[in-house]
């Protein structure tokens, strides 16, 4: 079977991407006998000069513009899209559902008690109006209140990103509170937590933060972490490849029926992790502990921070959470070590050290009567219950 010569124009530089390369990765490991061209690049930009002289038998690329996608069938070659924007007519094309993303970031927000729902989106991309049009519409069916925000489009030469995260706190502040916020994808999340932060705006008691595309770099490194809906970027690249792979053999493939395919889940982290509560104590009790709770402090600690008595404390957190102070204290010291243990080489003792345990015997203790098995099980099965 010849070695085919495959164009991959397809940017590198954030999370979603990379996982459409493993799939492509993935299907020539399986399937294809490729040779592969493949340029650092960021999105939307034009085709690389060496494209005109090269002598090919197909492209996968993200069109992003019209004149990308002018560009791109002056070769006449066969061509897979994967981007949403569809500006070429007559290319196939695959993505993830865009009514299936935002049902998951609803349910998400309803299943934790929010009743006030929001959508930041971003004018320069055609998914993201759809998409908050699909998470409008499942939020009127839910009998929510709905709100939204545009930003100017990020890739415009005068996107001023200050600007941008400072529009959005002043939208922010005008909302209802419980409020939940679905960003139309991580960097416009990252944003939303940014304008929380100038207007301190406590994430995620006051106002929970929802992503698209789980860009573990984006996710991880905010502050509080990014909780992210899942994309199953890696069957998209697969797929893609197998179709591409089907039209350099000669086969007719009906442009006009995508490959879709559906988000995986959501990825809670922080900034989701809590339930809507209109109630200052409380909001301001869960706060103190979230940010202290690894510190190894006590109920008394958390009285401090606010007016309650014990007793109203502890009556308040049980109608509310179902849980009593001491027990949220402890639940958010587990799932630190949940994420130590999964996500970092530290030993036992290291964690038990960063979540407020003297000995890494107490800490074994206690996760195991919590979790239902030691530490170092829960390591080698890669992080499940």
Same mark, same amino acid.
């Given at each position: 079977?010849?070695?085919?010569?495959?164009?991959?124009?397809?940017?590198?530089?954030?999370?979603?991407? $990379?996982?459409?390369?493993?799939?492509?990765?993935?299907?020539?490991?399986? +399937?294809?006998?490729?040779?592969?061209?493949?340029?650092?690049?960021?999105?939307?930009?034009?085709?690389?000069?060496?494209?005109?002289?090269?002598?090919?038998?197909?492209?996968?690329?993200?069109?992003?513009?019209?004149?990308?996608?002018?560009?791109?069938?002056?070769?006449?070659?066969?061509?897979?899209?994967?981007?949403?924007?569809?500006?070429?007519?007559?290319?196939?094309?695959?993505?993830?559902?865009?009514?299936?993303?935002?049902?998951?970031?609803?349910?998400?927000?309803?299943?934790?008690?929010?009743?006030?729902?929001?959508?930041?989106?971003?004018?320069?991309?055609?998914?993201?109006?759809?998409?908050? %049009?699909?998470?409008?519409?499942?939020?009127?069916?839910?009998?929510?209140? *709905?709100? %939204?925000?545009? #930003?100017?489009?990020?890739?415009?030469?005068?996107?001023?990103? !200050?600007?941008?995260?400072?529009?959005?706190? %002043?939208?922010?502040?005008?909302?209802? $509170?419980?409020?939940?916020?679905?960003? +139309?994808?991580?960097?416009?999340?990252?944003?939303?937590?940014?304008?929380?932060?100038?207007?301190?705006?406590?994430?995620?008691?006051?106002?929970? &933060?929802?992503?698209?595309?789980?860009?573990?770099?984006?996710?991880?490194? #905010?502050?509080? !972490?990014?909780? #992210?809906?899942?994309?199953?970027?890696?069957?998209?690249?697969?797929?893609?490849?197998?179709?591409?792979?089907?039209?350099?053999?000669?086969?007719?493939?009906?442009?006009?029926?995508?490959?879709?395919?559906?988000?995986?889940?959501?990825? &809670?982290?922080?900034?989701?992790? !809590?339930?809507?509560?209109?109630?200052? %104590?409380?909001?301001?009790?869960?706060?103190?502990?979230?940010?202290?709770?690894?510190?190894?402090?006590?109920?008394?600690?958390?009285?401090?921070?606010?007016?309650?008595?014990?007793?109203?404390?502890?009556?308040? *957190?049980?109608?509310?959470?179902?849980?009593?102070?001491?027990?949220?204290?402890?639940?958010?010291?587990?799932?630190?070590?949940?994420?130590?243990?999964?996500? !970092?080489?530290?030993?036992?003792?290291?964690?038990?050290?960063?979540?407020? *345990?003297?000995?890494?015997?107490?800490?074994?203790?206690? *996760?195991?009567?919590?979790?239902?098995?030691?530490?170092?099980?829960?390591?080698?099965?890669?992080?499940?219950?």
């Amino acid at each position: 079977m010849k070695q085919r010569s495959v164009a991959l124009l397809i940017e590198t530089s954030n999370g979603y991407s $990379r996982g459409l390369l493993d799939g492509v990765i993935a299907y020539m490991k399986a +399937c294809g006998r490729w040779s592969v061209q493949l340029t650092e690049q960021q999105r939307g930009a034009t085709p690389p000069t060496w494209l005109d002289s090269w002598d090919g038998d197909g492209i996968i690329a993200r069109i992003e513009t019209d004149a990308i996608g002018r560009q791109l069938l002056k070769h006449r070659l066969p061509i897979v899209d994967l981007s949403a924007a569809r500006h070429v007519s007559g290319v196939p094309w695959a993505d993830t559902e865009d009514r299936a993303i935002a049902r998951l970031a609803v349910d998400h927000f309803v299943q934790r008690g929010f009743r006030n729902l929001a959508y930041c989106g971003d004018v320069g991309f055609v998914w993201s109006a759809r998409r908050g %049009e699909h998470f409008r519409q499942l939020a009127e069916q839910a009998q929510c209140r *709905f709100f %939204e925000h545009h #930003s100017a489009a990020r890739y415009d030469e005068g996107f001023n990103p !200050t600007m941008a995260t400072r529009h959005i706190g %002043e939208w922010l502040a005008d909302l209802p $509170r419980p409020l939940a916020v679905m960003g +139309c994808y991580d960097f416009k999340a990252q944003q939303v937590l940014d304008a929380c932060r100038a207007r301190k705006i406590a994430v995620p008691e006051e106002v929970a &933060v929802l992503g698209v595309d789980d860009d573990r770099l984006i996710c991880e490194l #905010s502050e509080p !972490t990014l909780s #992210s809906i899942i994309p199953d970027t890696k069957r998209t690249g697969y797929d893609a490849a197998a179709l591409l792979d089907k039209m350099m053999s000669g086969e007719t493939v009906n442009a006009d029926q995508p490959l879709i395919t559906q988000p995986l889940g959501v990825r &809670v982290r922080g900034s989701t992790d !809590t339930l809507a509560i209109d109630d200052d %104590e409380i909001v301001r009790a869960l706060g103190y502990i979230r940010r202290n709770a690894t510190a190894n402090i006590r109920v008394d600690d958390v009285l401090r921070q606010g007016t309650l008595s014990r007793r109203s404390l502890e009556h308040r *957190f049980k109608k509310l959470l179902g849980l009593t102070p001491a027990e949220e204290i402890q639940r958010v010291r587990i799932n630190r070590i949940k994420e130590l243990l999964s996500e !970092t080489e530290l030993s036992i003792g290291e964690i038990a050290d960063r979540t407020g *345990f003297e000995y890494g015997e107490y800490m074994a203790v206690a *996760f195991k009567r919590s979790v239902g098995c030691t530490p170092t099980e829960y390591r080698d099965q890669g992080g499940s219950d």
